[in-house]
């Protein structure tokens, strides 16, 4: 791998040099996602270590007191929502585009994809500004609506990535066994490809779940996230809440996307395949 | 259709005399093309939903959005009179006294109505001062008619200053290039010529080359910290590359404001960072790493090193380790090896993962937000404040106008040079 036939020391200075810049960045991206997490036990009110003492008072705070509650109630209906449409819609959508024969899939493909490329604040100011016109402004819907088309291309992706591995001639013979479009779809097709869809599932509630942006225009008071309140808190005033909320988020999101992650990677490989 | 016809189902009729075979594969293909114009239609239908979902979550706001850069009818709807008026003006001095009677009118009717500190706002916007204008003519139009109100008009100096009639005509056209010029520091001259706008006056420019030169500060921040890492997991044993894998996908999962969180808590004047570098003696004082250019591109840098790394590792992965061996074996020493066998292979994967970075850069709002300082603002940060605090549309409108120019232009490059199937998602 590394070394050449004979390693000079040259060499081998260099790939110990290697190894103690790739320790260091390592530890660049670990300890600033680690740090919160001691920090949200903490009994006092500084950030600073060592620990006063241990004390689960922060998460008392946050899921005790009314404000974060209705903001964690809050962000599981939009997360929900979410979910549930972009899931739905995106699955239809990566099941047409799968078909060779789909019209205009070269053109289609990067419509779905622009959500994840256009700056969210414009897709946002956007939302505000149509949404204002049309009275989805401040409303449930509205932030469900916005936040579908930020998640569905992870829907599509995923499923369309199942499908790869889907041999569309079981639909056939489901067909010449009898069995209505419908039927073969629920019967054959959503059982192989399930893997994907929960996957597909799981990063758009993630993507939901997490978003701030869409929800800062959106929302109004009696509507705001459990993100919201964290932005909101990090700019009036730091207090060490929002470690114990920042400790929960990120727990949440880690733990669905290795699930993701796991069943994306199952859903792939072709059914049946020889393991 | 009877049954000597041949029709589709009608086998035998093929193996029959030439002509009628033709007629056969003719209606053959035929309902094959029907078959396939049904498969299109359902698949059409099938993704229907979502394409309508996106148009109208996403496609009509966007749209929306930009038209507000080029169309502002609030001037003309305000100025019915003053439109007609100036409709013969040549742009030179001063229009006739029948401009100024009609916007006397004009101002009065907006006061009746109860619209003239919208009309003062909509204008100050492209003529600074003349908001406190404005109402002050208003409050003096009152009981003026007539002459008085020609009059009225004529005593303040404001209406009868040389920028002020070609601002207010320029106004009266509903179609405008005024706040795409404006985001670009760009302005018409009285002679119909594009001219800067004087120095005191521009600030856009200096938002945009801020936004680029953090989000290149960022790119090359992620390679320099990136590139080694993908080349150790590369190389190492796949056990050992599976736990260092996840040393970067467990940042990669976490949210942008969770980790931007984490870092305004670790950037704090008390905070782990400043004792580390007073600890290990780099710093003799605490430094003031939040609201701070250097505390943001940190931040930014470890939000964006996944994105760099996992492309440039994805292409490392596929290099079979065996042409090193027969570079060493034909002599090359190990860093010509590397430089003239492996980094041209890795290359469309360190274009992929830096324009990737580079693009999203563009458009961070939450980091600059809550870790940057007044004067490390972005470009979106700018956009949200014309909304939310100077309630002025247009320029939000227009700022994002070229914000999405810029960041679809390198998407552009990217998607022609690297293909869609670089931008991996999942």
Same mark, same amino acid.
Request: hydrophobic share 55%; aromatic share 10%.
């Given at each position: 791998?590394?070394?050449?036939?004979?390693?000079?020391?040259?060499?081998?200075?260099?790939?110990?040099?290697?190894?103690?810049?790739?320790?260091?960045?390592?530890?660049?991206?670990?300890?600033?996602?680690?740090?919160?997490?001691?920090?949200?036990?903490?009994?006092?009110?500084?950030?600073?270590?060592?620990?006063?003492?241990?004390?689960?008072?922060?998460?008392?705070?946050?899921?005790?007191? @009314?404000?974060?509650?209705?903001?964690?109630?809050?962000?599981?209906?939009?997360?929900?929502?979410?979910?549930?449409?972009?899931?739905?819609? %995106?699955?239809?959508?990566?099941?047409?585009?799968?078909?060779?024969?789909?019209?205009?899939?070269?053109?289609?493909?990067?419509?779905?994809?622009?959500?994840?490329?256009?700056?969210?604040?414009?897709?946002?100011?956007?939302? =505000?500004?149509? =949404?204002?016109?049309?009275?989805?402004?401040?409303? =449930?819907?509205?932030?469900?609506?916005?936040?579908?088309?930020?998640?569905?291309?992870?829907?599509?992706?995923?499923?369309?990535?199942?499908?790869?591995?889907?041999?569309?001639?079981?639909?056939?013979?489901?067909?010449?066994?009898?069995?209505?479009?419908?039927?073969?779809?629920?019967?054959?097709?959503?059982?192989?490809?399930?893997?994907?869809?929960?996957? %597909?599932?799981?990063?758009?509630?993630?993507?939901?779940?997490?978003?701030?942006?869409?929800? @800062?225009?959106?929302?109004?008071?009696? @509507?705001?996230?459990?993100?919201?309140?964290?932005?909101?808190?990090?700019?009036?005033?730091?207090?060490?809440?929002?470690?114990?909320?920042?400790?929960?988020?990120?727990?949440?999101?880690?733990?669905?996307?290795?699930?993701?992650?796991?069943?994306?990677?199952?859903?792939?490989?072709?059914?049946?395949?020889?393991? | 259709? $009877?049954?000597?016809?041949?029709?589709?189902?009608?086998?035998?009729?093929?193996?029959?005399?030439?002509?009628?075979?033709?007629?056969?594969?003719?209606?053959?293909?035929?309902?094959?093309?029907?078959?396939?114009?049904?498969?299109?239609?359902?698949?059409?239908?099938?993704?229907?939903?979502?394409?309508?979902?996106?148009?109208?979550?996403?496609?009509?706001?966007?749209?929306?959005?930009?038209?507000?850069?080029?169309?502002?009818?609030?001037?003309?709807?305000?100025?019915?009179?003053?439109? #007609?008026?100036?409709?013969?003006?040549?742009?030179?001095?001063?229009?006739?006294?029948?401009?100024?009677?009609?916007?006397?009118?004009?101002?009065?009717?907006?006061?009746?109505?109860?619209?003239?500190?919208?009309?003062?706002?909509?204008?100050?916007?492209?003529?600074?001062?003349?908001?406190?204008?404005?109402?002050?003519?208003?409050?003096?139009?009152?009981?003026?008619?007539?002459?008085?109100?020609?009059?009225?008009?004529?005593?303040?100096?404001?209406?009868?200053?040389?920028?002020?009639?070609?601002?207010?005509?320029?106004?009266?056209? +509903?179609?405008?290039?005024?706040?795409?010029?404006?985001?670009?520091?760009?302005?018409?001259?009285?002679?119909?010529?594009?001219?800067?706008?004087?120095?005191?006056?521009?600030?856009?420019?200096?938002?945009?080359?801020?936004?680029?030169?953090?989000?290149?500060?960022?790119?090359?921040?992620?390679?320099?910290?990136?590139?080694?890492?993908?080349?150790?997991?590369?190389?190492?044993?796949?056990?050992?590359?599976?736990?260092?894998?996840?040393?970067?996908?467990?940042?990669?999962?976490? $949210?942008?404001?969770?980790?931007?969180?984490?870092?305004?808590?670790?950037?704090?004047?008390?905070?782990?960072?400043?004792?580390?570098?007073?600890?290990?003696?780099?710093?003799?004082?605490?430094?003031?790493?939040?609201?701070?250019?250097?505390?943001?591109?940190?931040?930014?840098?470890?939000? &964006?090193?996944?994105?760099?790394?996992?492309?440039?590792? +994805? #292409?490392?992965?596929?290099? &079979?380790?065996?042409?090193?061996?027969?570079?060493?074996?034909?002599?090359?020493?190990?860093?010509?090896?590397?430089?003239?066998?492996?980094?041209?292979?890795?290359?469309?994967?360190?274009?992929?993962?830096?324009?990737?970075?580079?693009?999203?850069?563009?458009?961070?709002?939450?980091?600059?937000?809550? !870790?940057?300082?007044?004067?490390?603002?972005?470009? +979106?940060?700018?956009?949200?404040?014309?909304?939310?605090?100077?309630?002025?549309?247009?320029?939000?409108?227009?700022?994002?106008?070229?914000?999405?120019?810029?960041?679809?232009?390198?998407?552009? !490059?990217?998607?022609?040079?690297?293909?869609?199937?670089?931008?991996?998602? #999942?």
């Amino acid at each position: 791998m590394l070394l050449s036939p004979f390693p000079t020391l040259g060499e081998r200075i260099r790939i110990a040099l290697l190894w103690i810049w790739c320790a260091l960045v390592i530890l660049f991206l670990l300890v600033p996602i680690l740090i919160p997490v001691p920090l949200s036990f903490n009994s006092g009110a500084f950030f600073i270590f060592p620990l006063e003492g241990l004390s689960t008072r922060w998460y008392e705070m946050v899921l005790g007191t @009314q404000r974060w509650q209705s903001a964690i109630g809050n962000s599981l209906i939009v997360a929900f929502g979410t979910t549930l449409i972009a899931t739905t819609l %995106g699955t239809l959508t990566a099941i047409a585009l799968s078909d060779e024969k789909f019209p205009g899939r070269r053109i289609v493909m990067p419509l779905l994809l622009s959500p994840l490329i256009v700056p969210v604040v414009i897709t946002a100011v956007g939302s =505000y500004l149509f =949404y204002a016109r049309i009275g989805l402004a401040s409303t =449930y819907a509205g932030i469900i609506l916005a936040h579908t088309a930020l998640a569905s291309p992870f829907v599509v992706v995923t499923v369309a990535a199942s499908l790869t591995g889907f041999d569309r001639n079981l639909m056939r013979a489901a067909a010449i066994s009898g069995a209505k479009p419908l039927t073969a779809f629920f019967r054959v097709m959503l059982p192989l490809i399930l893997p994907g869809v929960l996957s %597909g599932a799981a990063f758009a509630f993630v993507t939901s779940f997490d978003e701030v942006v869409v929800v @800062q225009f959106l929302a109004s008071a009696g @509507q705001r996230t459990m993100p919201l309140e964290m932005f909101i808190g990090l700019r009036e005033k730091l207090s060490p809440a929002i470690t114990a909320a920042a400790t929960l988020m990120m727990a949440l999101s880690i733990v669905l996307l290795v699930v993701a992650n796991l069943l994306a990677r199952r859903g792939q490989k072709r059914p049946g395949a020889a393991a | 259709m $009877s049954a000597l016809q041949p029709s589709e189902v009608d086998r035998p009729a093929l193996a029959r005399g030439r002509p009628a075979a033709d007629a056969d594969l003719k209606s053959v293909s035929a309902a094959l093309r029907r078959a396939e114009f049904g498969d299109r239609l359902r698949s059409l239908l099938l993704a229907a939903p979502l394409l309508i979902l996106l148009a109208l979550s996403f496609g009509i706001p966007i749209v929306l959005l930009l038209s507000r850069a080029v169309y502002d009818p609030t001037i003309a709807d305000a100025l019915p009179k003053t439109t #007609v008026a100036l409709a013969g003006w040549n742009g030179q001095g001063l229009p006739v006294d029948d401009a100024f009677a009609a916007l006397a009118a004009d101002l009065k009717d907006n006061q009746v109505k109860g619209t003239a500190y919208e009309l003062a706002k909509s204008l100050n916007a492209r003529l600074p001062g003349a908001r406190s204008q404005v109402l002050k003519t208003v409050r003096k139009l009152e009981n003026a008619d007539g002459q008085a109100a020609l009059e009225a008009m004529k005593s303040v100096p404001f209406w009868s200053a040389p920028s002020t009639w070609p601002a207010i005509r320029n106004g009266t056209h +509903s179609l405008t290039s005024f706040y795409l010029l404006s985001a670009l520091d760009m302005r018409w001259n009285a002679d119909g010529g594009i001219e800067r706008v004087p120095p005191e006056q521009a600030i856009f420019l200096q938002v945009f080359v801020r936004t680029f030169l953090v989000a290149a500060a960022v790119t090359l921040a992620t390679l320099l910290l990136g590139f080694p890492l993908a080349y150790l997991i590369a190389s190492v044993p796949k056990g050992l590359a599976a736990v260092l894998i996840v040393a970067v996908l467990l940042p990669f999962w976490t $949210s942008i404001l969770v980790r931007t969180a984490a870092w305004t808590v670790l950037l704090q004047k008390f905070g782990l960072v400043n004792d580390f570098l007073l600890f290990i003696g780099i710093a003799s004082d605490r430094l003031d790493l939040m609201y701070s250019r250097i505390g943001l591109i940190i931040a930014m840098t470890h939000i &964006q090193l996944p994105f760099t790394l996992l492309p440039i590792y +994805s #292409v490392m992965r596929t290099i &079979q380790p065996s042409q090193m061996k027969a570079a060493y074996s034909l002599g090359a020493k190990p860093l010509t090896a590397f430089r003239r066998v492996y980094l041209p292979q890795v290359f469309p994967g360190v274009m992929a993962g830096c324009l990737l970075t580079f693009i999203l850069c563009l458009g961070y709002y939450i980091t600059p937000a809550l !870790i940057g300082g007044a004067s490390d603002q972005l470009i +979106s940060n700018f956009i949200a404040n014309y909304v939310n605090v100077e309630l002025n549309w247009e320029m939000a409108a227009a700022l994002s106008f070229i914000l999405l120019v810029f960041t679809l232009a390198l998407f552009g !490059i990217f998607a022609r040079i690297l293909g869609l199937d670089r931008l991996k998602l #999942v």
